[in-house]
């Protein structure tokens, strides 16, 4: 059984930055893909960020070159830097871990998310 916890989250000022970590359990963590998806009120889920095993990195239009995924598969854990916060990027954030083949597709795993909010 594959567990993820993330946390980081919090509330941030416009053009803040916060780094949300999810520690992995279970599985065999190096061997995955790994992607961040947000899911606003009212707005459908969407994928922000997807990194394979290999460390190849694909990002949401909305947030190249301002957030960036990375792992550590020493600790089992997924990154996601957020640099020039914008309001719009208020949501619950959830890591997971999924497969790569021509896109990132998630596996039926899901963290308990963690809040973002971009607010003044």
């Known amino acids: 059984q594959v567990q993820l916890v993330e946390s980081g989250g919090g509330l941030v000022q416009p053009g803040g930055s916060l780094r949300l970590s999810c520690v992995v359990s279970g599985g065999f963590f190096s061997d995955y893909a790994m992607g961040w998806y947000r899911h606003a009120p009212g707005k459908q889920r969407d994928l922000v960020a997807a990194?394979?095993?290999?460390?190849?990195?694909n990002y949401a239009d909305s947030v190249k070159g301002r957030f960036t995924i990375s792992r550590d598969n020493a600790k089992n854990t997924v990154y996601l830097q957020m640099n020039s916060l914008k309001p719009e990027d208020t949501a619950v954030y959830y890591c997971?871990?999924?497969?790569?083949?021509?896109?990132?597709?998630?596996?039926?795993?899901w963290g308990q998310g963690t809040q973002v909010t971009v607010s003044s």
């Open positions: 997971t871990v999924g497969t790569y083949s021509g896109h990132y597709y998630p596996y039926d795993y």
């Open positions: 990194i394979r095993s290999g460390g190849r990195t």
